[in-house]
């Protein structure tokens, strides 16, 4: 499980978030194991063997005792209790208290959640493989939460005015690369932010609800814009295709997303060492899908027939009708969507 799945597990509103404040609430401690494979009976020693029904009372019970409890991997069954873990002791661990140790031994040796209630700390952290993460109480996350939000907001701003003057720069036929690239940074920077703050709804749980609500309105159509933007003027090699240059952003370092040069290289131009000043014309994937009522197979049918944004404009509405899947009726649509987001963009950008 990964460290967002043992996050989700113990959100507010999950039976084990319950009984796991409860403990909390009660100063006492406990160490949890959220699974219960051979490779984590391997571990075990001692305790007894309950496998009865999980609830938030018996976790807070049971935790009277000094042994680990052990869950099952859905945490629906409580399968063992009192049992003293014996993880290798030749693996290494930053702690220092013996059920801190225990816990992130056990998490770096085999791939299960192991939380650790501290009564001393009266902190609540989750061991996931090599990760800790305490967790933090509601009301910090939720103000930080609504920072991220904030700022996704104003760099959202700044994607929509670039997204918007690459839209009347297509129209005019004066795209440079400077102008692609700027747009596929900002898309990428929402992104990670929209990424950062999906963690946050993750670990909120049932006290996230608004702030994915904001998410999700402030994300609609950013990552169709960041595929389409790639599609409309990636070069496509044998071993380059759109899938490759979407993973090659997402992993590009911080350092490098902020350098337009290192950006330019996901879109594989064929003409040697980047010029941010070089000319690219669209084929027309991101302006065509913005016609409402187009659908994806019937856009690609029409890139492929014209090969360009410019030769899609210049079009009459007979010469789009004899597009597959395209009627005299659709053609008229098409022609007349154009017309209006060219209008609405250059007016946007001169205004």
Request: aromatic share 4%; with cysteine.
């Amino acid at each position: 499980m990964t460290l967002l799945g043992a996050l989700a597990a113990v959100a507010p509103g999950t039976p084990l978030r319950e009984g796991l404040d409860r403990i909390l609430q009660a100063s006492m401690g406990a160490l949890v194991v959220v699974g219960d494979g051979p490779e984590v009976l391997n571990i075990c020693s001692g305790g007894f063997l309950l496998d009865a029904a999980f609830s938030p009372q018996r976790l807070s019970e049971l935790a009277k005792m000094d042994g680990a409890i052990i869950l099952a991997a859905d945490a629906s069954r409580v399968a063992r209790a009192n049992v003293h873990l014996v993880p290798n002791p030749n693996v290494p661990t930053s702690e220092t208290g013996t059920r801190h140790r225990t816990a992130e031994r056990v998490a770096r040796s085999i791939p299960v959640p192991v939380v650790c209630v501290s009564e001393d700390q009266e902190v609540i952290a989750v061991y996931v493989n090599g990760d800790k993460h305490p967790l933090e109480p509601i009301p910090r996350l939720l103000n930080r939460a609504n920072q991220a939000l904030s700022t996704l907001e104003r760099y959202k701003n700044r994607l929509d005015n670039v997204s918007g003057a690459l839209s009347a720069l297509e129209i005019e036929d004066l795209v440079t690369v400077r102008d692609v690239v700027s747009v596929l940074q900002r898309t990428e920077m929402v992104r990670r932010i929209a990424e950062e703050i999906d963690g946050y709804i993750i670990e909120l749980g049932v006290d996230g609800r608004l702030v994915r609500l904001q998410l999700e309105e402030l994300m609609g159509g950013v990552e169709d814009d960041r595929r389409l933007v790639l599609r409309d003027y990636f070069h496509e090699e044998a071993a380059w295709h759109l899938e490759e240059a979407l993973t090659s952003l997402a992993e590009l370092g911080t350092d490098d997303l902020l350098d337009l040069k290192a950006v330019a290289t996901m879109l594989h131009l064929p003409e040697g060492p980047v010029d941010l000043d070089t000319s690219l014309a669209p084929r027309g994937f991101r302006l065509l899908s913005k016609v409402p009522r187009l659908s994806e197979n019937v856009v690609a049918d029409i890139v492929e027939r014209f090969g360009s944004l410019q030769k899609v404009l210049r079009a009459s509405e007979t010469d789009i009708d004899d597009v597959k899947g395209v009627d005299q009726a659709r053609a008229r649509a098409i022609k007349e969507g154009l017309a209006r987001l060219a209008e609405a963009s250059i007016l946007d950008r001169y205004s």
